[in-house]
């Protein structure tokens, strides 16, 4: 999503932001520009990568602002990017102004009248008008993280998102992701929500402490994509989680009435967390403003209140999960109230892990949109939340999977696709959907295996193709119940399996090591991941970086 990246400095300052501005380009974006000032101010913008950017023509650059945009209010267009101009006065910002409708109307009284489609534009245009961000920003309710650039000066400020400033060569960065600017340097300064900082060069109130470098990816891998490196380094990963001692919150976390809160995969990882028996509900974080939270008291007379929240966020900084926590913190009926909320994410410094009781991931950095390491690094912290014994051989087997990997590539998957499951592999079955429709771009389906007489059976012919999630577990027979049901309208069946009779229905089969019945779901996740994986490869896409999402959704 949205990303900012600015350099008060005067070496190679220009490189420098567009630079920084590629190493952010994994969170995905649309649009991007840069605002450069030497004491005139010059904006350069273009669409897709900041490889496209012009050089500026002014030379002796002292500093500058960037920003990468994923469009929320307006089209993307060269005219919707950041930088905002307004009285050589360049703003970026990442946010969204709900009140931007209000605040426009009242700058084009004032005479602004070239306002585009934009929230951002109302914000810069407000800001040159008073000529100051501290007052500006009061006007603003949203969450959001800003840099606004004078002649001269440097203002940054943040409420509720991450904002970071670094001290750099000559100068300061300032960027929105912690492990960019980690690249460059380590001492880093945290912003305090809705303080406005000025930086310029007789500045001395930065204060920088020493920051600890984060695992960085091998950028020399030999896989063409993050997203197959990233698959292919999961037995290690949970291998990783499951050789480490359970910390306190893993265990406090798993003790009393309790209650799990996700978007995308990370939902999905959260219903899988109510078959470890670790929580009592599991809500989709998009849904919480209207979830009745008074549903808690109801679900079981006897725990009247659900007393702890576990926040699953890969990044951390995802919109619905933080107005969740919102939420859930003002929540108190009946005496009772969500007492204690933790988080289980990628990024410690975070917006969410630094809010919350936070168990780190330790999955390492994700550069692909699409969630596969984290997802099972995420499966094995809830196995550490439960007190359920662990397979010590499952990174193994992990790995058995990954060698065969070729099986996999090998199968057509035709372009309808239904993925079935039961119990604790139908979250696996939503979650191979969603990789599938995420890469690929294909309506893919999936259903709870008993669902499909109730309905999805009339679509099926042989255009079809089911993938069974089909482990010898206790669901096992009713899973061949379906498949026969598939089978006689001769839809193709893909079996995630060991069980010989469901690879005698099947027409492809691929081998599903043995485990315990929890522990299947990690094993098939990284089947579904692959079978996405090579379905999108055979059709061209970019696979790392999917059309009209991004990595870290940080709007409502
Ligand atoms: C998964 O492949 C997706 N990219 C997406 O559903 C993701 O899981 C979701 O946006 C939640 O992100 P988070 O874990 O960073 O909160």
């Not at 306190?248 to 959260?270: E, K, V």
């Amino acid at each position: 999503m949205c990303g900012i990246f600015c350099y008060y400095g005067k070496e190679n300052t220009f490189e420098t932001i567009r630079e920084g501005l590629k190493k952010i380009e994994y969170r995905c974006h649309d649009s991007c520009g840069i605002s450069v000032s030497n004491g005139n101010t010059e904006t350069v913008r273009s669409l897709n990568s900041p490889d496209n950017l012009k050089l500026p023509s002014i030379s002796s650059i002292q500093m500058g602002i960037g920003h990468t945009r994923w469009a929320t209010h307006g089209e993307v267009s060269i005219p919707n990017a950041h930088p905002h101009v307004y009285n050589h006065q360049s703003l970026v910002h990442n946010g969204t102004i709900a009140n931007h409708n209000k605040i426009k109307e009242e700058i084009k009284s004032l005479g602004f009248d070239t306002i585009g489609d934009t929230d951002t534009e109302c914000f810069a245009a407000l800001t040159s008008h008073l000529g100051s961000l501290s007052e500006s920003l009061k006007r603003i309710t949203d969450r959001y993280a800003v840099a606004w650039m004078t002649r001269s000066k440097m203002f940054i400020s943040k409420d509720r998102m991450s904002l970071y400033v670094g001290q750099y060569k000559d100068g300061f960065l300032v960027c929105s992701d912690l492990s960019v600017l980690l690249e460059y340097t380590n001492k880093i300064m945290e912003l305090k929500d809705k303080k406005c900082y000025k930086i310029c060069w007789t500045n001395k109130e930065l204060v920088f402490k020493t920051h600890k470098q984060s695992k960085q990816i091998e950028e020399n891998n030999t896989e063409d994509t993050f997203m197959m490196q990233e698959i292919l380094e999961q037995p290690e990963i949970i291998e990783g989680i499951y050789n480490k001692k359970r910390t306190r919150y893993h265990q406090s976390f798993s003790f009393g009435p309790t209650c799990i809160i996700g978007s995308g995969s990370s939902y999905y990882a959260g219903l899988i967390g109510k078959f470890m028996e670790v929580a009592n509900h599991v809500i989709c974080a998009s849904e919480i403003d209207s979830y009745d939270l008074n549903q808690y008291r109801t679900f079981d007379p006897y725990e009247p209140n659900v007393l702890k929240a576990l926040i699953i966020s890969q990044s951390g900084e995802t919109a619905d999960c933080i107005r969740a926590i919102e939420s859930i913190s003002n929540y108190n009926h009946g005496g009772g109230a969500v007492e204690e909320i933790y988080s289980l994410t990628n990024n410690l410094q975070s917006t969410i892990g630094k809010s919350t009781m936070a168990i780190d991931l330790l999955a390492g950095p994700e550069k692909s949109v699409c969630s596969t390491k984290t997802f099972t690094a995420q499966l094995a912290h809830l196995m550490m939340c439960s007190y359920m014994d662990k397979d010590k051989y499952l990174p193994e087997k992990i790995q058995i999977i990954l060698d065969n990997r070729n099986i996999i590539e090998g199968i057509p998957v035709s372009n309808n696709i239904i993925f079935i499951g039961k119990g604790s592999q139908y979250p696996i079955a939503l979650e191979g959907a969603l990789k599938m429709q995420e890469i690929t771009y294909l309506p893919a389906l999936a259903f709870p295996a008993g669902e499909l007489k109730h309905g999805p059976l009339a679509l099926l012919d042989e255009s079809w193709t089911v993938v069974c999630l089909a482990p010898e577990d206790d669901n096992y027979k009713k899973m061949l119940l379906a498949a026969h049901e598939v089978k006689a309208r001769h839809a193709k069946i893909i079996a995630i399996t060991s069980g010989e009779e469901m690879k005698q229905l099947a027409d492809y089969t691929i081998e599903l090591p043995k485990t315990s019945e929890i522990e299947s779901t990690i094993l098939t996740a990284v089947v579904v991941q692959l079978l996405a994986y090579y379905k999108a490869k055979k059709l061209g896409r970019n696979i790392d970086r999917p059309r009209n999402l991004a990595k870290s959704v940080t709007v409502e």
